[in-house]
Structure formats: C-alpha cells, structure tokens
C-alpha cells in the first residue's frame, strides 16, 4: 500500500508539473533566455577582467560603498565620515545594506538584486499579457521583447536599481488601470491596496517615480475619487519628504545631489538660464530618445484610432496607454535618458507592453462612416509605420547594448577598478580628490574630497550656483588636507589648481561608459610628487596592458630599479 500511495503521489506530482510548464513555457522560455544571456556575458567579461565580477557603471559602487559604510558604521555615506546625500534610490542602497548585513560586504549583491529584478519584470509583463489573453506564442515574443529592446542584460550589469524601478513601473501601471477602469469589480478594488503598497516604493527606487505617482493621482481625480487620489498621493511622495527632511537635518538640499547635478536646474542661476538648460536638456532628450519618442507616438496615433471608433476612455488598456504617454513626455522634459541604456530603460519596457497590448486594436473594423474610415485608415498606417521606426531603433539599440556590455566592464575594471586598488594599497585612510568615486570608495577606507560634487555639499553648491572657480577647489583641498587627486582633466578645464602637480596619466581604449578616457593622478602638495611617482611606478606593472601610461613617474618605471 505504501508503495502504491508513494507511486500515485509521484504521478501527480509529474502531471502537475507538466500542467504547469505547458501553461506557461513561454514565462519560462523568456526567463532561461534571460539566465543565459547574462551567464555568457558574464563570462566573456570575467576573462578581460581577470576573474573579476566588475559592473558596467561605476555608480554601482557609489550604492555599494554607503551600503558598506551603512553597515559597518551605522553611516549613510559614500565614507565612514558622515551623512552624504549622493544615493538616487535609497531603496536600493538599503536592500544592498541587508544583504551585506545577512552575507557581508561583498560585490556579487548587486548581481543577484539586478538579476531577480530583471525576472520580476518578466513575470509582471507575463502576468498582464495572460490577463488580456493573449496567444502563448506572441506572449513569448513580446517577453523578448522586452529582454532584448530594454534591454534587460544592460540592466543587470548596471548593477543598480533600474530593473527593479522597471518592474515597479510596469506592476503600478497595470494596476492604476485596473483600479482605474469603470468595469471595477471586487478583485479590482483589492488591487487598490496592492497599488497603495508601490506607492512609497516606486518613489524610493527613482525619484522619477513622482512622475508616475503623480499621473495616477490625477487619473483619480479624473474619476471622480478624490480620496484615493489624495491617499496614492501622500503615500507615494512620504518617501520623498522624508529623505528631505533628513537631508535638511544634516545640511543637505532636499533632493539628492546625483539628481540635482544631473538636472537642468544644475548652474541655472536665474529663470532664463533655467530655461535654456532645459531646452537644451529637452532636444538631447529628443535626439538621443529617438526609440523612445516613436513608442510615445505610436501609442498616440493608436489612441486617436480607438477614439474614432468610440472605445471607451477608461478602459484599461487605453489607461495603460494614457500613464505611459503622460510619464515618457515628463521624463522626456525633465528627466534625462541614455548613460548606458539606463535612465528610460522602465519606460521603454513598459512601453513594449503597452504596444502588445494596443496592437490587437489596429487589427478591428473601421467604423462605418466613409469620413471616419478614411482617417482611421490614415491613422492604422501611420501607426503601423511609426511603430516599425521605433522597433527597429530598440532593436539596434538592444543589440548593440549586448556588445557593449563586456567592453563596459572591462573599461571600469581597466579604469575605476585600478583607481580603487591604487588607493587602497597606497592611500588607505587619506585623504583624496576625486571626481568619480564609486569604486575607490568601496574598494578603500579613505576620506573623500568629491570635486565633482555628489559627496562633498559645498562643491555641489557651488556647482549648481555656476560659481566653481579655480580658487575654490584649491582651498577646499587644502582645508580637507587631501594628499592626492584622480581626475578627468577635460571635465574641469581651467578649474583645476594651477599649482597641482600632474605626476601621471592612464589612457583606456574603446570606451563606452567612462566619462573621459583619461584619467589624470595629481599631487596636491608639492611634497607629495616624489612619493606619489614611486607609488605609481611600482604599481605600473599590475595595471593592464592595455591601459596606456604616460607622464613624469614613467621615467623611473624605465629605471633599473623598477
């Protein structure tokens, strides 16, 4: 009998599995996609960087520093020194801090935070294209989609947060529209608290996220439900408040310094200027946003389409289609996008679905009036035309992101990555000039001068006054005693101390994602230089080879010493 009973448990067990994976081999087709996709990209990266996980960006370091410093010394900080402001998505700086809390500071975290993420947002997207039921094979493609236009292996190697504000994003959406839509049944009210509950998240993963929380907001004033409008609203922008609140405690501007800097109210001193930063921010947008644009605009011409034929408006794919268009024009108007795929990344996936979901209308009827079929005809091919430009933009876009990849790596490990080793072998617990200072700072223990501004207040200030002068960044170098600086020459132009001593340069090849390929070593004080050129010189030989030096300190590399 036991036997018997164990047999028939095993075959219910096989027959259940085998329900469920013809259910839903598409999810799980596009997920072993995605595995593999990342396992072979990593691998190709691990063999240029000797066997080093490196992330694509060094503003992954800058999280995983204040997660470490967070950690270890109870800091929210880029050092152990004290508050800084300088985190875009202080969700995604505590998920590392509870990693390293479980685990310990490691660099392998922000992976398998970006790859979980990456999953989530397949599953959502999977999620919503069953509830329209749509065919497993075009649920397949359209999950592909999303891996490949995003693209979701770029995100993953950002190692930051953006996949994740992808899945929030496209999760929120689905259910404002399901909220949202007039055929509210029971279920769909209950979606209201699981929409309540992203609130606070979508706005802790990006500030972005007020884009979103805002348009959804105002689609319940539309509707008529004030309360809940006014309620998504407080919880959705608390987060914001209260990181403001505790910036302002500790001498920081409400918002965080990598959002302001990057902003166009960044050196706006008056209106006109503020203007034409953002005019100037709003045609790079426009330019370099082409893919996005198009999907903006295909939704658009799909939404005059449904209107003629007189689609209700508050149905949900349309909502669907509304939150979309309304976040892509604020992003594009004031936000930014590019930086290696990253900044409309949420928006381009949500936009694939949005696509999938509207696509099916194009194919209906044309209403009956001669004058109405003639435009809906018009405004089908339009549709049909604009869509092609914008898929054939994501596409190249999504394969050139597979490209890029490997070589983003190896240019932060051939660049960032020695920096840090540099300074933790030689500069640990000193003081340092920097302008980027993700890697140095979570790779050594040192303090910190940010010349650029995401970590020390007074330059950011400065900065977003337009009022950085030369003498100023020699007087905050020499009141913070810092003995060395690692800059990008061409970023600072006349603002550099004159009486900076350049001891030494590191030149990259085919870079992608660095802001300059040369990196220049200084020594602040003249009595720095010597030591600053023997610490170079015996470090020389474990830079890469590619990695071109130049400069004073190569003489004594040449030296029979060395």
Known sequence: MGEDSASLQAGAAEKAVRAFLRQHWPLLLALAVLLLTVYTLRAISLRWTQGHLVYALDDAYIHMAMAKNLVEHGVWGITADGFTSSSSSPLWTLLLAGTYALAGVNTTSPLILSLVSACLVLVVAYRILREFQFPPNITLLTLLGVILLTPLPALVFS???????????????????????????????????????????????????????????????LRKQARRGVWFALVGFLPVAAYGAVARVHGWPLFPTSVLLKSSFSGAANAKLLVRHLMRQDFFNLLNGDHLVALILFAILVEIVARARGERAWDTQRIMTAIFVGTGILHLGLARVGWFYRYEAYLVALGIVVVACRFKSLARAAPASPDLKLRTFAYKHGAVFVLVLSLSSCLMRGVKALKDIPQATINIFEQQYQ?????????????????????????????????????????????????????????????????IAIVYDMWFGRVLPSEWIRVGQWQIHNSVVVGSDTVSIYAIDPSEAAPLMAHLAEFSAQLPADVLQSGPYVEHVRSPRY
Request: glycine share 8%; net charge positive.
């Open 159 to 221: 190692g930051m947060e953006h996949a994740l504000q992808t899945a929030l994003t496209v999760a929120a959406t689905f259910l404002a529209a399901r909220v949202l839509s007039p055929a509210e049944t029971p279920s769909h009210r209950g979606h209201y608290l699981w929409l309540l509950s992203l609130a606070p998240l979508i706005t802790m993963v990006r500030f972005e996220g007020m884009f979103l929380v805002l348009l959804i907001s105002l689609g319940f004033f």
């Open 419 to 483: 920096m840090g080793t540099f300074v933790k072998r030689y500069y640990q617990h000193s003081t340092v000039a920097l302008n980027d200072l993700g890697a140095v700072n979570f790779l050594a223990d040192i303090h910190c001068l940010d010349v650029w501004g995401l970590a020390t207040p007074e330059v950011a200030r400065m900065r977003m006054q337009g009022h950085y002068r030369r003498e100023d960044l020699a007087r905050l170098a020499v009141k913070s005693g810092a003995r």
